[in-house]
């Protein structure tokens, strides 16, 4: 035993002792899938002492990943020789720069993970909203994120009992622990299947045949902190409403383990461990939500960008041979078509070229579509301009491009079709008339059919709509408020069926709960700026849009 | 390594499972696709079906797994003379799979030592007559997609490759799990589904509770939890065999066949394969539910999983095609 029994576990409040406690769970359970560390790579990041293991690198191709043939020794000896992957070596499997994992190699870990207990550990460099990928995060049971330790902060974990090989827990436990995550907002039921892994885990290497109250409030806030997506109802309430527990009068099979947790404590053991900037982030997953890292969409292009495995192809001029992978494929036929031919030498046909294949990212297209009425020009359109000159510097220094749609009046108009020409585009802003009323319906139809032409075109586009909601004039030009909120969302609707990223920014004097709702419908981040001053609004949306 | 979680053991997921269990009993409806989040139990109940498909019987050594000594192709080697009795093969075919991997190619071994051209068969083969599972189908490269496709329609895989010309039976069902977030399907792929059905996860307390509850006694109690689900499981494996023959004597009315046709060309759903589809998948549900001859009842319960995946999509609905399906069969079916 540890001391005063498990009074260890509580001392732990410092993001270093959570690293270094995970690391010991899953090196005891690999079933718990493993850490997910977010830290950037310094002495911090050393010190850990992390666990022997098979390195990889996001970049991995599925040779080194499975194995394969290995031609060079099956050439030489005539007989089929393959060579392990580096999956096939025991340990722990650690994913440096997880970050830049791609959800191709993400799968395939996954699967491989699934397939047996496994523990890997992400170490994550990223900044911002850079995160690996979701399917790796849901699977590791913990996330530490090293970003606010010291290298003074960094303490030895005392060394513990040998651990026990198996800890009880009541069933009681599972009900409660399920119950709090889906109180938190946890949608998922790997979380709680962790959880109870975690806390076995912590009584085990506690020594312990059973389960403590202690190990079930640790692994409640070491599990669900992270995951949390919303804060249950007030803890003041006697109970909380989900609380199955009460009403189930088992007392025989609890096996002796006399565990009887009170629900504010392990809301409190979660709370605790819940970043203080979660609503922050809650904002910033939500707007890159299924978007994935990067600016632009993925295209195949034959020129540049990022490797793709070869494939068999034509060679014609747009082509570029993969020498190496041409010759892995006319290999094994050698012998044959020397047997063939009656020549010696190197036999190589037309089906063994093998093209080389790139990725590359398109260009991206910001759309603004900027509310030009009498409504918005009394409150906010000088401020709206200066925003947008502020995002268009920016979006000249990315190499952007940007479009301008204005709405006033009968209609929508396009002010300048794509261009990166920032003078011109700031020529057209500053000459950008107001008055009149409300067509956002119009508005959105314009900017929609423009990213959708722009997208045939190779760009990803995004639509920035700058307004303040106050719709007044229908699609067909009659001045209905009724009839023009519904045709905006309706034109919304189709922005989205279109699955073209959106961003709102509502520039009235005080929130628009129209616009909310019409943000809701665009699954686009929503932010009302009251009383913002360009450069703010130009801050904001910068981080709102997907780096 | 252990034995998959039980397929009878998954909580809830009753339309994932019936969509299995119907392409079990009629393996002519054409394969499952399973959308849904992470953490609903996708992969578990793949990897869980094959404990509950009855055994087929094989020509001994077969590469294709052939029904008969006939069926053995000519250029396979090491086929015995004797049938056995073997699990149906459920193959996963593994996202960085190559072109050579999946249909076969040659066999290096023997091109090198012996300078022969032989044959090595892919995973297609081995799927045959079997499943074929894709975990993350929409991450799939788009040549191996173009490929199943094309095999997938014909049921015979043909190799063509200097000089080497091999072609052998290609017969299976399909599972494709996802997650729509990474990406979506093409229509094609898509079409080429039998059905299709979307998993969430449960929203209802107790049933969490009870999910988590059975994989912590899968996961501690690990022979007293299979002993007792193995033992469903044996069950539902007897009812499929008894549905399967209970299909040959099912009787289908036309006005099933009518209602069948109304829904489909209510919904607009794209070709005729949804109505064959839906009429299939209706056969087999009631054949699992024992009936003697096929209601409206049975061709309500299984349209949305048949046609949710078919319809074009509407950029002014967002129940999702799911509901879509629902009212238009409460309006033509009543």
């Excluded at chain 1, 992957?85 to 994992?101: F, H, Q, W």
């Excluded at chain 1, 700058?466 to 009724?482: F, Q, V, Y």
């Excluded at chain 2, 050579?100 to 799927?127: C, H, K, S, Y």
Aim: hydrophobic share 45%; proline share 6%; with cysteine.
């Amino acid at each position: 035993m540890r001391g005063s029994g498990a009074s260890w576990l509580t001392s732990l409040a410092e993001a270093w002792d959570h690293a270094l406690l995970a690391l010991r769970l899953v090196a005891l359970d690999p079933a718990l899938g493993g850490v997910h560390l977010r830290a950037r790579s310094g002495p911090v990041r050393d010190a850990l002492p992390l666990p022997d293991g098979v390195r990889l690198h996001p970049a991995i191709g599925d040779d080194a990943l499975f194995g394969g043939l290995d031609l060079a020794t099956t050439l030489a000896t005539g007989q089929l020789q393959s060579q392990t992957g580096v999956l096939d070596r025991p340990g722990s499997l650690i994913l440096t720069m997880a970050e830049r994992c791609q959800p191709q190699l993400a799968a395939r870990l996954a699967a491989h993970l699934d397939a047996q207990p496994r523990a890997l550990i992400l170490l994550d460099e990223g900044t911002d909203d850079e995160a690996p990928p979701a399917g790796l995060c849901e699977r590791a049971a913990f996330r530490v994120d090293l970003s606010g330790v010291a290298l003074s902060d960094i303490t030895a974990l005392p060394e513990g009992p040998e651990p026990t090989a198996h800890a009880t827990l009541g069933p009681d436990i599972a009900a409660q622990m399920t119950a709090l995550g889906a109180a938190y907002g946890i949608d998922s039921l790997r979380a709680p299947i962790l959880a109870l892994r975690c806390a076995r885990a912590l009584a085990r290497l506690d020594a312990m045949a059973t389960v403590t109250e202690e190990h079930v409030t640790t692994a409640c806030g070491l599990v669900f902190g992270h995951r949390a997506t919303q804060l249950p109802e007030p803890l003041q309430e006697d109970e909380p409403q989900q609380a199955p527990q009460d009403d189930v009068p088992d007392t025989e099979d609890r096996q002796g383990t006399d565990l009887d947790i009170p629900d504010e404590l392990l809301l409190e053991a979660v709370r605790a461990m819940i970043p203080d900037d979660l609503l922050d982030r809650l904002r910033a997953t939500r707007a890159t939500a299924g978007k994935g890292a990067g600016s632009g969409a993925k295209t195949r292009s034959n020129r540049r960008g990022r490797p793709l495995p070869s494939r068999p192809g034509r060679l014609d001029t747009a082509a570029r041979i993969d020498v190496v992978a041409t010759l892995r494929a006319a290999a094994p036929w050698q012998t044959i078509r020397r047997n063939e031919t009656g020549r010696v030498g190197l036999h190589i046909r037309a089906t063994d070229i093998h093209i080389r294949r790139f990725e590359e990212q398109t260009d991206r297209l910001l759309i603004f579509a900027v509310d030009a009425s009498g409504s918005a020009a009394l409150a906010r359109l000088a401020e709206a301009k200066g925003a947008v000159e502020l995002l268009l510097t920016q979006a000249y220094a990315r190499r952007d491009h940007v479009a301008l749609v204005s709405f006033r009046g009968p209609g929508a108009e396009i002010l300048l079709p794509p261009t990166r020409s920032l003078v011109q585009t700031k020529r057209r802003l500053a000459a950008l008339p107001g008055g009149g009323g409300t067509p956002l319906a119009a508005g959105l139809d314009s900017a929609g059919e423009l990213a959708i032409l722009a997208r045939r075109r190779g760009m990803t586009p995004t639509i920035c709509l700058l307004t303040d909601g106050k719709a007044n004039i229908a699609r067909d030009g009659s001045g209905d408020r009724a009839r023009a909120a519904a045709d905006a969302q309706t034109a919304a609707r189709m922005i989205r069926a279109q699955g073209i990223e959106a961003l709102i920014i509502d520039t009235g004097q005080r929130p628009n709960p129209q616009l909310r709702t019409l943000a809701q419908t665009l699954d686009a981040p929503y932010l009302p700026l009251p009383r913002a001053d360009s450069q703010r609004l130009a801050r904001a949306v910068d981080a709102a849009l997907p780096a | 390594m252990t034995a998959p979680f039980p397929f009878s053991a998954i909580v809830g997921q009753d339309e994932m499972k019936l969509s299995m269990i119907l392409t079990a009993i009629d393996p002519s409806i054409g394969g499952v696709l399973v959308f849904g989040d992470r953490g609903t139990g996708k992969s578990t109940a793949v990897r869980a079906l094959a404990a509950l498909l009855p055994p087929i019987k094989v020509v001994q050594g077969c590469p294709v797994n052939s029904a008969s000594k006939a069926d053995v192709p000519d250029w396979a080697r090491g086929a015995g003379k004797d049938m056995v009795e073997v699990p149906t093969p459920v193959v996963d075919l593994p996202l960085g799979a190559s072109e050579d991997r999946v249909t076969g190619a040659l066999d290096i071994e023997r091109a090198l030592g012996a300078g022969e051209r032989a044959f090595q068969p892919g995973l297609l083969a081995r799927a045959n007559r079997g499943y074929l599972y894709i975990d993350e189908v929409n991450l799939l490269e788009d040549h191996i997609v173009d490929l199943l496709l094309d095999v997938a329609q014909s049921g015979r895989n043909l190799v063509e490759r200097d000089g080497l010309s091999i072609s052998h039976p290609a017969r299976f069902v399909l599972v494709g799990s996802g997650n729509p977030e990474e990406g979506e399907l093409r229509p094609q792929l898509l079409d080429r589904f039998g059905l299709s059905v979307e998993v969430a996860s449960p929203k209802d307390i107790d049933t969490r509770i009870e999910v988590i509850r059975r994989r912590d006694a899968y996961d501690n109690d690990n022979t007293a939890f299979m002993l007792r689900w193995q033992a469903e499981d044996a069950g539902v494996r007897d009812r499929i065999l008894t549905a399967r023959g209970a299909l040959k004597k099912l009787k289908t009315p036309d006005s099933a066949l009518r209602d069948v046709a109304e829904l489909c060309l209510a919904l607009g759903s794209d070709g005729l394969r949804g109505e064959l589809t839906l009429l299939k998948a209706a056969r087999a549900y009631a054949a699992w539910r024992n009936d003697t001859a096929l209601t409206r009842s049975h061709i309500k319960h299984v349209s949305a999983m048949a046609l949710r995946h078919r319809l074009r999509r509407d950029p002014l609905d967002e129940a999702g095609s799911g509901a879509r399906v629902g009212r238009v069969v409460a309006d033509v079916l009543g």
